[in-house]
């Protein structure tokens, strides 16, 4: 906390100091150099879903399960195999040819259909699990953007006090030199300008993390990123209910069509082990043609079966029944994620639209505090011209600025992410979205 102190000389302050602290304030959104080109969120977007590990690994856990359905749909198909083999007996020096084949075709076989039909719900569940992975890139990257640009105000707004509190030390050195002030005064300057040095270190810190996060998504570190337009649209949700947001979501979010798919498939294996000791009927059709030396010539034939097969399951060790349990308890695990995952959609989708209305609500009171101390800190530098108000003073309202427009930031980037994350979690979020939000960005000048 400062420490209001006045001093019985008032010295008029040089204008090239003041002008340099009210410079630093105003640039606290443009802390970095500009470049020929900053990315905006769709050029970071548009190389996270080349780039994403985990959007790529959703898309492939997508090609394992649609092969899991070609390999049980496999096992409904006709299935044909050959064999042979060329013998040779010791005892005479004989030699025997053999070409066998078998063509089968399950005709009933209850067990293979469910699993089939397992597979194909498990397909599906993994497509709504790609589209939530998509749904979450977005998210994801309009997170780790806007982290990048609330840290990069933040550390300009660190700077701008360490600059002020740098240019007290100076003055309160000077002074003293002057034997116009005591050393304490210079010693409370430092003690305030060290202060800021460490604030502006973790700030320094802070935005090098931020950073770090949007490279995990990219694969390499960002470059200048856009910022948003000072005025922005302030609307609000559509519809303004949050009852309609959380059916819309229920209805839409495509992780939980997913766990419902999961739960679909798991009852569909439930009805594979039940039907696993039932019996099975199929087509067969062998046949053998034998040759050579060892093999007398009525032998020598090709010979022929088209039959049918009736296969019943007796007993094998109690492992069907065993089957049975595991998949009715894999059923019951997933019929509970899923009322999980409902739950938690519910709350997350009611807390976004309340975040979206607070942020609104905080986007205009803060834009009134960012005005009250502009016109606060322009009356407190006349007031030092003056002498009626002293360095300590100004830096009080050079603070009171800094954190408000750090506050008003905040609450800007907060108002773009949370209607992000609504529409997210109503299964609306994708790339238009992303490009709605692309429009309120500015190029740095």
Not at 18 to 35: E, N
Not at 64 to 89: D, I, N
Request: charged share 20%.
């Amino acid at each position: 906390m400062l420490i209001a102190y006045r001093s019985r000389l008032r010295p008029r302050w040089p204008s090239s100091v003041l002008t340099s602290l009210a410079v630093a304030l105003l640039c606290a959104g443009c802390c970095l150099p500009a470049a020929a080109h900053a990315e905006n969120l769709l050029d970071i977007y548009a190389e996270a879903r080349q780039q994403d590990p985990t959007l790529a690994s959703a898309r492939a856990v997508r090609g394992e399960q649609g092969e899991v359905a070609a390999q049980a749909r496999a096992a409904l198909l006709p299935q044909w195999s050959a064999q042979y083999a060329e013998l040779r007996y010791q005892a005479d020096g004989s030699r025997e040819r053999q070409l066998t084949h078998s063509l089968s075709q399950v005709l009933v076989d209850l067990s293979k259909l469910r699993t089939l039909d397992a597979a194909k719900a498990g397909a599906s569940a993994q497509e709504a699990r790609v589209q939530a992975a998509e749904a979450d890139l977005c998210a994801r990257v309009a997170t780790a953007y806007f982290g990048v640009l609330t840290a990069q105000a933040s550390l300009a707004t660190a700077q701008a006090i360490e600059d002020a509190y740098n240019q007290q030390v100076n003055q309160a050195r000077a002074r003293f030199d002057a034997k116009l002030s005591a050393a304490q005064d210079v010693e409370q300057a430092r003690a305030y300008y060290e202060l800021a040095r460490v604030n502006t270190a973790q700030a320094q810190e802070t935005l090098a993390d931020a950073r770090q996060a949007l490279a995990q998504i990219i694969g390499r570190p960002p470059g200048e990123l856009q910022p948003l337009a000072p005025d922005l649209p302030m609307l609000m949700p559509d519809p303004e209910d949050p009852e309609a947001w959380v059916a819309q979501a229920i209805r839409d979010n495509p992780s939980l069509r997913a766990g419902a798919l999961d739960l679909s498939a798991s009852e569909q294996r439930v009805a594979a082990a039940r039907a696993a000791h039932l019996p099975t009927l199929s087509v067969g059709l062998d046949g053998e043609r034998r040759g050579g030396t060892a093999v007398a010539p009525v032998d020598t034939r090709y010979t022929s079966t088209l039959g049918l097969r009736l296969t019943i399951p007796l007993f094998a060790g109690g492992a069907i029944e065993s089957q049975k349990r595991q998949a009715v308890f894999q059923r019951e695990q997933q019929k509970d994620d899923l009322e999980a995952t409902r739950r938690s959609l519910i709350r997350g989708t009611q807390g976004y639209y309340q975040a979206v209305v607070s942020s609104l609500s905080q986007m205009r009171t803060t834009r009134a505090a960012v005005d009250a101390a502009e016109k606060s800190l322009a009356s407190t530098r006349s007031g030092l011209d003056l002498g009626a108000r002293t360095m300590t003073d100004l830096l009080l309202a050079i603070q009171t600025q800094s954190n408000a427009r750090i506050a008003w930031e905040q609450a800007r980037h907060r108002y773009v992410l949370s209607k992000l994350l609504l529409q997210q979690a109503a299964g609306s979020l994708a790339e238009p979205q992303l490009a709605a939000v692309n429009l309120l960005l500015i190029e740095r000048r």
